[in-house]
Every structure is written in structure tokens, then in C-alpha cells.
């Protein structure tokens, strides 16, 4: 059975940063594609990272350049590292496994499994 376990969620202040957790069990980080995926209120779940069992990583526009998406085999986590946060980051968080998709200028990563609870990121301006 595959569990995804995320957590490090919290209130920041806009301009700071928080890194988010993914514990998996049941599936290897290493051997999967792995994603961060976010959902606003009234807004679809989008990814916004991912990280390519091959090691290559994958960012929507939105936050390249601020966010990083890692994994640690040895652990089987991904963490989400986010600097420079703003009000539109604000979101609940997921991750999962996922087909990724590629196209000629963007991406995409098709969840393989049940959602976890996610957590919760609030950026105050």
C-alpha cells in the first residue's frame, strides 16, 4: 500500500522560505517520478516540480527559480525547498508519484496514486 506523508507547512511572511517534506512508503522515491502539486482554494491541483527518476527537474513558471524539488534515496522523501515566497504560494500542497509528460514547451506529471492530507502553506504579505 502507498503512503504519501507530507508535512512542514506553516504561516510565512512574504520573501521567506519553508521546505516541505514527502515520506513515502510503499513505492522508492528514487525509482518513481516524483512531484510537488498545489491546490488554491476554488482552484484545480496543479503540479509545480517535479523530479524525473533519472534525476532531471521540471518547475512550473510560476516558481522556477525559487522553488527546488530534491529527493533522498536513503530516506525515500522528496522535499520541496521554497525561498522567496508570495501570497499567490499560498496553497495546500501534495505530492505523489506520477507519469510525466512532456511537451515541446511545458510539462506535465499524471498522479499514480491516492492523494495524502497535504499541508497547508499560508504567505501573509
Known amino acids: 500500500q502507498v503512503q504519501l506523508v507530507e508535512s512542514g507547512g506553516g504561516l510565512v511572511q512574504a520573501g521567506g522560505s519553508l521546505r516541505l517534506p514527502c515520506a513515502a512508503s510503499?513505492?522508492?522515491?528514487?525509482?518513481?517520478?516524483m512531484g510537488w502539486y498545489r491546490q488554491a482554494p476554488g482552484k484545480q491541483r496543479d503540479p509545480v516540480a517535479a523530479?524525473?527518476?533519472?534525476?532531471?527537474?521540471y518547475y512550473a513558471g510560476s516558481v522556477k527559480g525559487r522553488f527546488t524539488i530534491s529527493r533522498d534515496s536513503a530516506k525515500n522523501t522528496v522535499f520541496l525547498q521554497m525561498n522567496s515566497l508570495k501570497p499567490e504560494d499560498t496553497a495546500v500542497y501534495y505530492c505523489?508519484?506520477?507519469?510525466?509528460?512532456?511537451?515541446?514547451?511545458?510539462?506535465?506529471?499524471?498522479?499514480?496514486?491516492?492523494w495524502g492530507q497535504g499541508t497547508q502553506v499560508t504567505v501573509s504579505s
Open positions: 523530479i524525473a527518476s533519472y534525476g532531471t527537474t
Open positions: 510503499g513505492i522508492s522515491c528514487r525509482m518513481n517520478n
Open positions: 505523489n508519484a506520477g507519469h510525466l509528460v512532456r511537451y515541446s514547451s511545458t510539462w506535465s506529471l499524471r498522479p499514480l496514486y491516492s
